[in-house]
């Protein structure tokens, strides 16, 4: 059953110059992580109606960046960048903000403030505490004054309601393989290795494969029972690439896929965040996605 009374908790602090956001989501951790590091969620639900978010570009990683734009219904076009200092994948990440221009250049007439972001998975829903520390007391008044505890507050429950209804059949999947990022990333990419992995039981195998890497790339692998009695082509675009860290795509039936490789002395995680089609069970089809990222792990492992 869906938790309805989420916490929520907005704090001004002027001795330190902060504010402090602590929010409750009723989804599990993956989900709300992607809906905070995947630019076309994001685009979704960052900016408080009417106004609307578009990214031009996005960099997830520690020096990386996103550069969007919130776009009024006068379609007047505001830029800003959050410039990503650390990040912890699954846990948190450190950024710094500024308002800019579409090339990106900071605009120094506006405060800067740095965003600490941790996610706390409580069973069935997900806390995300933001701390927001400002350079001084006048930039702190200046971004309350412009109404942020409203605009922010607002594009919070653009999130619960994203998560509610367009995000409500997300399924997670996840392996870990005793291997570094490089190579997991290798194997997971490379025709030549997928066609060895990418098949959920002894009974179907993978023919052939091709991958165009980069984003607005093709991939396409044929997936087909040995009995030579059925196949059918997983195929689709990708929409961002960010090597041995992050992959998004769009199937050819729509769904999206979001892929995050995590590695931890030596080791790398591997989760998988899709949309779920509408003719089998979610748990068929999650069981099915494991299978084969186990596949993928007894694949990596065993070469």
């Keep these: 059953m869906m938790k309805t009374n989420l916490m929520m908790d907005f704090t001004v602090n002027r001795e330190t110059n ?3 956001v602590k929010r409750e989501f ?21 900016a408080p109606r009417p106004y609307k978010t578009k990214t031009k570009s996005m960099d997830f990683r520690e020096g990386g960046y996103w550069l969007y734009a919130m776009i009024s219904p006068e379609n007047e076009t505001h830029w800003c960048r959050g410039d990503y200092l ?18 990106g250049e900071v605009n120094t007439d506006f405060p800067r403030s740095t965003w600490e972001t941790d996610f706390t998975e409580n069973g069935s829903s997900t ?8 350079n001084s007391l006048a930039d702190l008044e200046t971004v309350v004054e412009m109404g942020f505890k409203e605009g922010f507050t607002a594009a919070l429950k653009n999130l619960d309601d994203l998560l509610a209804d367009d995000l409500k059949e997300m399924i997670t999947v996840e392996v870990v393989v005793e291997a570094p990022a490089a190579k997991a990333w290798e194997y997971w990419t490379s025709p030549q290795h997928i066609t060895q992995w990418n098949h959920a039981n002894d009974e179907w195998h993978c023919p052939y494969a091709e991958n165009d890497l980069q984003t607005g790339g093709r991939f396409k692998s044929v997936m087909a029972s040995k009995d030579g ?17 992050k992959i998004a795509y769009t199937l050819d039936d729509e769904r999206k896929v979001f892929i995050s490789f995590d590695e931890s002395n030596g080791s790398t995680k591997i989760m ?14 999650q069981a099915g996605w494991q299978a084969i990222a186990d596949s993928f792990k007894r694949h990596v492992e065993a070469n």
């Design 18 to 20: 902060t504010v402090n």
């Design 26 to 46: 009723a989804a599990k951790l993956p989900l709300v992580w992607a809906a905070w590091t995947e630019p076309e969620i994001l685009d979704q639900w960052w």
């Design 86 to 103: 650390k990040i912890s994948q699954l846990k948190g990440f450190e950024a710094i903000d500024a308002f800019c221009n579409e090339e």
């Design 127 to 134: 806390t995300v505490d933001i701390q927001i520390k400002y």
């Design 229 to 245: 009695k059925m196949s059918f082509d997983f195929s689709g675009t990708y929409n961002f690439v960010i090597p041995h860290q």
């Design 272 to 285: 998988t965040v899709f949309e779920a089609e509408g003719t089998n069970s979610v748990e068929m089809q």
